[in-house]
């Protein structure tokens, strides 16, 4: 009960009496019926490519039609492909060694066997994990302290999915643990299959329910090397199945399985507590909030003394003064007042990017205060991918309107391909690296290859709503007046003095994207091996509280430079705030670089591009957020200090 209320104070992840999300009702089994256990995709830590279960030679449903489970949109792009599995579960009816199919028989013989096997070997050398599903919960296995104890360094530790096999070799080198306890003292140098699964399913009753309700469910996958399907042995001390083909004799492999029904006290509103307490501690996450607030205080001290020291002396020194000539000779930031608000050169891209930074701000903002309150929990599959989605395509008015906005400010005239560039340019861009990935998944036979229709769909979403939203905005946009400024821009543009080192672009975005980025890398870290780690995140209060310390960051350390900037007699400063506010994304693209080297075990050319291009396009929309956000915290400073001074 203390971790329930701890997460739903930080997550929001707890469900109120008598309300339940769409999907994740509570739902109560009668004594004999079927239970329908579900099989997904299977991925490795070891490879960024994951596969459907019937690409591999498992035991199917006698028949496959009907098999196929209705996904949505977030499923598929995620890659998961749930399909009904030939198991046979009965509710509070337990199977002991029962046969799941005719035995699988490999053949040197046989080209087709050949492949098969290879593949399913290839499968087992790098640790692909099976993933089912059961009353939509994930199926577990106890990897330490599976018989638990009363201190909470003492809980049983699960992890999703179980292995396909156990190749002893590769395991001393990328640490796999081998489910059979006696399988590495006796076979040193083998490779083993998991043909057999004993699963515990834990059942919770009440006086409020009629039935039994599923709480939770452990598999423990076993290697067992049966003689025949008359002769099954799935004893403890039974040999296991070695996974070997060698010519002039077959391999045959029978996949059993047993069924244990437990009663438990766990309530359904409870269930997801096992799973959630075998992630990491929330105390590194508090130590992540603390390290970004000393950070933001920091931050907040600087612009502090610059604004309640600096600029408020200068604006009272010069409004006082007698003649406005020596003001200007003494003050560097107040002699470009007739030039700050100049037009900058590529008015049209700066528009365009801060219109898509605004969508993809407000897209993560209410994404994740929706993550809070539970609506995209880990029981809502694919629940957080649709969101985004959804949120992009509806949000697309507001880059409409954002970028006319700042174009007509700018003296834009071509409104038209202002409009056109806010809708092409860069989904454009991110449909294209997507596709490009996507078709190396197919060439890979991969079930995160999204399938040709989906496509189509998303063409139909981007062309047929964001599109016409885009324009919707744009002509709001560009019907209001324009943005009145503080100060008149003078007709000959002032002469900029040289520059130091410092305060040149590059220099300057190298220091303008260390703090925010020293806000985030902690739970960076947490983010990336979630991912890619195929682990539970459901933190999303931690990371909602992070992304705010981020923003504030983002805006304090542009706000600080722009300020310098401009004091150095330079009033380019509008790409420049841009660009600083979204230089932590050049952080954080090393970061997950180095990440990919030092704590990833995948290799090879596919993993690498696949990797790169992922992260290329999460860098991107975070390069637009941070920059957007960067960019209206310095228009909004320079707008009041240039509005607090008197000019002729």
Request: hydrophobic share 45%; aromatic share 14%.
């Amino acid at each position: 009960m203390h971790f329930t209320a701890l997460l739903v104070l930080v997550a929001g992840a707890g469900l109120a009496s008598g309300f339940y999300l769409p999907g994740v009702a509570p739902r109560a089994y009668e004594t004999g019926e079927v239970l329908p256990l579900l099989v997904n995709r299977l991925d490795s830590t070891e490879s960024i490519v994951p596969y459907d279960y019937f690409h591999f030679d498992f035991c199917e449903r006698d028949n496959k039609e009907g098999t196929a489970v209705s996904e949505n949109l977030g499923q598929i792009l995620l890659g998961e492909r749930i399909r009904h599995s030939p198991y046979e579960i009965r509710m509070e009816q337990d199977v002991h060694c029962k046969p799941l199919c005719q035995p699988k028989v490999y053949s040197t013989q046989h080209k087709n066997n050949v492949t098969k096997f290879k593949l399913l070997q290839s499968a087992i050398k790098k640790d692909y994990i099976h993933h089912w599903i059961l009353d939509n919960l994930p199926v577990v296995e106890c990897t330490s302290n599976c018989r638990g104890g009363l201190r909470p360094e003492d809980r049983p530790y699960y992890r999703l999915g179980f292995p396909v096999g156990c190749d002893i070799g590769k395991a001393a080198e990328s640490l796999t643990v081998c489910t059979v306890s006696n399988i590495q003292n006796l076979y040193p140098e083998e490779t083993f299959i998991n043909n057999h699964i004993d699963f515990t399913i834990k059942i919770h009753r009440s006086s409020e329910f009629t039935g039994a309700r599923i709480v939770g469910i452990e598999a423990k996958p076993r290697s067992y090397a049966h003689a025949s399907m008359d002769k099954l042995s799935c004893e403890p001390t039974a040999e296991p199945q070695p996974f070997k083909l060698e010519k002039d004799k077959p391999l045959s492999v029978i996949y059993t399985y047993s069924v244990v029904f437990q009663e438990s006290p766990i309530k359904w509103a409870s269930r997801w507590d096992t799973y959630l307490q075998s992630a990491e501690s929330t105390r590194i996450h508090w130590f992540s909030i603390v390290n970004s607030l000393v950070i933001v205080v920091f931050l907040s001290g600087l612009v502090g003394v610059i604004t309640v020291r600096a600029l408020h002396k200068d604006i009272s020194r010069y409004n006082s003064a007698e003649n406005q000539d020596e003001a200007q000779e003494e003050f560097g930031w107040k002699l470009v007042h007739g030039d700050v608000f100049r037009p900058p050169p590529g008015g049209m891209l700066l528009s365009v990017c801060l219109g898509t930074g605004t969508q993809i701000l407000l897209m993560f903002i209410v994404t994740m205060f929706f993550a809070c309150l539970g609506f995209l929990s880990p029981a809502t599959r694919g629940g957080l991918m649709t969101c985004l989605l959804a949120l992009w395509v509806l949000l697309s008015s507001v880059s409409g309107y954002i970028s006319a906005r700042f174009y007509k400010m700018f003296g834009g005239e071509q409104w038209k391909s202002n409009v056109l560039l806010s809708s092409f340019l860069f989904p454009g861009v991110a449909y294209t690296v997507f596709f490009v990935l996507n078709l190396v998944m197919w060439a890979n036979e991969s079930s995160a290859a999204v399938p040709f229709g989906t496509l189509v769909a998303l063409m139909l979403l981007w062309f047929g709503i964001s599109v016409p939203l885009t324009f919707f905005g744009a002509y709001y946009g560009f019907k209001k007046e324009v943005i009145d400024q503080p100060v008149r821009t003078n007709q000959i543009p002032r002469q900029i003095p040289p520059q130091s080192i410092y305060t040149q672009t590059i220099p300057a975005l190298l220091m303008g994207g260390v703090l925010p980025f020293g806000c985030i890398f902690i739970q960076l870290f947490f983010l990336l091996n979630s991912i890619w780690g195929h682990k539970l995140y459901y933190v999303f209060g931690f990371l909602l509280i992070v992304f705010g310390i981020l923003i504030v960051t983002t805006i304090e350390s542009t706000i600080l430079l722009c300020y310098f900037h401009l004091c150095t007699e330079n009033y380019h400063w509008w790409w420049r705030a841009f660009l600083t506010g979204g230089a932590s994304s050049l952080y954080l693209f090393g970061y997950a670089i180095l990440f990919y080297f030092r704590r990833m075990e995948v290799d090879g050319t596919t993993n690498l591009v696949l990797y790169v291009g992922y992260t290329s396009l999460a860098t991107m929309l975070f390069w637009l957020a941070t920059g957007t956000a960067g960019f209206y915290g310095c228009f909004a400073f320079i707008r009041k200090i240039y509005s607090s001074i008197k000019v002729d």
